[in-house]
Structure formats: C-alpha cells, structure tokens
Nanobody, 130 residues
Framework: EVQLQASGGGLVQAGGSLRLPCAASGFIFDSYAIGWFRQVPGKEREGISCITSGDGSTHYADSMKGRFTIFSDNAKNTVYLQMNSLKPEDTAVYYC???????????????????????WGQGTQVTVSS
C-alpha cells in the first residue's frame, strides 16, 4: 500500500529552522504530486506547498511564500519541507500527502486543498516557542 511518513518535527525557538522529510513508498504512478499541509486544533487543514513528479515543478500557497521551501531527493524517495524564520503561529501538525496527477499542483490554483489529495501520512508535530 501507499505509505507516506512525515517526520523531523519538534520544539524550536522562534526564528529557528526545521527541515521535515516525507518518506514515500509502496506506489508506482506515472504522474503525481506530493503536498505539505498543516493543521492546528479547531482549524481546517491548510495547504503549504506541492511538488510534481518528473520535472519537479513547485507551487506555494500565496500565504506560505517566502519562508518555506519544498524540494525532493528522488534517489531517497523523499520530499522535504524546509522551514526558516519560524514563528509561534507556525505551531501545528505537519502532514505530507500524495495525489496521482499534476493537475492541482499548479500556479493556476490559488489554494492547495487537502480534499484534492488521496494518500496521507500521520503527520509530525512542530512547536515554535516565543
């Protein structure tokens, strides 16, 4: 089965950085995208960024541009979310997910929506102290 596992979370001071890996396995798709999301209690899951297979095109939600970077290491089947200049409001559970199409990972879309993604990992907790 498709397995996605986000890790690398933890406690970090405001202004610090974290790099979250998403290890993917158990699938063969011709075209797919992997996205990063985050969620805090009582709020909807929020899309951050996505990356497409093949050409590795990246896309960011408008509200997430600037401090976060998505990139992949295809040899390791791993997609990373690099987070810099972290703020307390970045505290959340961070998830990675996969959808077997490039359609939604495009600058043509203003939002990266959780409902568009089919396969999910359990997530990793990031806590940013003030």
């Amino acid at each position: 089965e498709v397995q996605l596992q986000a890790s690398g979370g933890g406690l970090v001071q405001a202004g610090g950085s974290l790099r979250l890996p998403c290890a993917a396995s158990g699938f063969i798709f011709d075209s797919y995208a992997i996205g990063w999301f985050r969620q805090v209690p009582g709020k909807e899951r929020e899309g951050i960024s996505c990356i497409t297979s093949g050409d590795g095109s990246t896309h960011y939600a408008d509200s997430m541009k600037g401090r976060f970077t998505i990139f992949s290491d295809n040899a390791k089947n791993t997609v990373y979310l690099q987070m810099n200049s972290l703020k307390p409001e970045d505290t959340a559970v961070y998830y990675c997910a996969l959808v077997p199409t490039h359609t939604y990972c495009s600058s043509s879309y203003r939002f990266i929506l959780a409902a568009q993604y089919d396969y999910w990992g359990q997530g990793t907790q990031v806590t940013v102290s003030s």
